[in-house]
């Protein structure tokens, strides 16, 4: 009885602390960058973040991810962390619990619950025609009316936007 | 008189054309002669002599097929339809939205997406699985359709097809466009183990976010999930193939964080989309 309230009460603890994993990442800053207090350009800085600061990461929302760091809580731009930093030590990530989570263990290919197999460069060299495949993808192609009719739908706003130069 | 019309039409489009192509190259390219100039094999008119879109369908047709058979389509419709609806919305913002666009979500437990010429584009359920919002599918599809638009795929065929024949040969290999389609796709699907040149990967990133803009979704979807393929073990073997051939997802979001600055904000909370359709 003891044992089994010990064993229910550890599998608990183990389940929590792979949500509190999963829930927030770790990641860092690759370039001095302010913490906001919400997610605008214009929005008060709480502390400026010189490159390479340890960060947890809590969520993305358009270009801003929430983050804590250096003890306080604000908005940085997102392209300026990087998520799931390796860190030494072997700490279990968030992308290992992912991996748990999908069945994949890391060295193998092999998901086990499917039987689905990634692609090698062997196999794409030696792929031989499918057809029919392709054929049925012509049964599935959406029209440009169709997809316009879905767009409006969900209230997907054509805007117009240059394309961005190349960086010098 | 219609008759003459057209022919007056038909002759200055040709015209207009070939001033497109510089007539220069064009003279070199008939005369099968090499001259100092073969330092720039990556002006995209020269490499592209000889390839019309009528080819271009042709060999995405051709390389999609292999593709399908080392991995076929998920079996499930109603998936295929959605990611098929919101891809041509996104294609339908760049400037061929005419093309024959098909997308599909192939049975690959890797984690990757591949563009076919002429609109053919695929990315593995392995990526799919990765995606946590319309939004990021939408931008994974429109850097796809950013190296179909710029036939980036065509021009590394080119290239190769040229090293290992010959220019010359296959000048006027030219001439038997069946031959010449079948020497530029090469064994299977073997184009996508290839990599292409860096700055077209870079090129159809922004080229994604400008797409996924335009078309109301949140153009920071695609860094997002660049930065979860990121985040994945470098040593996971479900990104040794896309990490072979891809330029690093951290080098790649630095450059578009230099490409991007702030002129994207205007768009980034962005409401629109449906919900990414779930799959098991």
Not at chain 1, 122 to 128: G, I, T, V
Not at chain 2, 132 to 153: D, F, N, Y
Not at chain 2, 214 to 227: E, I, K, N, T, W
């Amino acid at each position: 009885m003891h044992f089994k309230t010990w064993i229910t009460g550890l599998t608990l603890l183990a389940g929590l602390a792979l949500a509190a994993a999963a829930s927030a990442e770790s990641g860092s800053t690759i370039k001095d960058t302010p913490l906001k207090d919400k997610p605008f350009v214009d929005a008060r800085t709480l502390a400026n973040l010189p490159a390479r600061t340890s960060v947890e990461i809590m969520e993305r929302k358009g270009g801003w991810t929430r983050v804590k760091a250096a003890g306080k809580q604000g908005w940085v731009r997102m392209l300026n962390v990087r998520a799931g930093q390796a860190q030494a030590g072997g700490k279990t990530s968030a992308q290992d619990v992912a991996a748990l989570a999908t069945g994949r263990s890391g060295s193998g290919n092999i998901v086990a619950t499917s039987g689905i197999r990634g692609l090698s460069e062997e196999e794409l060299k030696s792929a031989k025609g499918n057809p029919d495949e392709l054929k049925k993808m012509d049964k599935f192609a959406v029209t440009a009316k169709d997809a316009g009719a879905y767009a409006l739908k969900n209230k997907l706003q054509r805007r117009s936007v240059s394309y961005l130069p190349a960086p010098q | 008189m219609k008759q003459l019309i057209g022919m007056i039409l038909v002759f200055f489009l040709a015209l207009g054309s070939a001033q497109a192509i510089k007539l220069d190259d064009l003279k070199e390219k008939l005369s099968g002669k090499t001259s100092g100039d073969s330092s720039q094999p990556t002006d995209p008119k020269r490499m592209l002599l000889g390839v019309s879109e009528e080819d271009e369908i042709r060999i995405g047709q051709e390389v999609g097929a292999n593709l399908l058979g080392a991995s076929p389509l998920v079996p499930n419709e109603a998936l295929q339809r959605y990611v098929n609806t919101v891809g041509r919305w996104v294609a339908s913002q760049s400037e061929r939205p005419n093309l024959p666009w098909h997308f599909g979500v192939i049975e690959s437990s890797d984690v990757n997406a591949f563009a076919a010429p002429g609109g053919y584009v695929f990315l593995t359920r392995g990526l799919y699985m990765k995606l946590t919002s319309e939004g990021e599918l939408a931008g994974v599809l429109a850097h796809e359709v950013g190296h179909v638009i710029k036939r980036h795929h065509i021009e590394v065929m080119r290239k190769g097809a040229a090293i290992s024949l010959g220019e010359s040969y296959l000048q006027k290999k030219v001439q038997d466009k069946n031959e010449y389609i079948k020497n530029l796709v090469g064994n299977g699907a073997e184009i996508f183990a290839r990599s292409l040149d860096k700055n077209a990967e870079f090129e159809a990133d922004r080229i994604g976010v400008v797409l996924s803009a335009r078309a109301g979704y949140d153009p920071y979807s695609l860094p997002a999930v660049l930065q979860k393929i990121g985040a994945i073990n470098p040593g996971d073997t479900s990104v040794a193939l896309l990490f072979k051939t891809h330029p690093h997802p951290e080098e790649r979001l630095l450059k578009l964080s230099d490409a991007m600055g702030e002129s994207l904000a205007p768009y980034e909370n962005a409401k629109g989309g449906g919900k990414l359709y779930k799959l098991k």
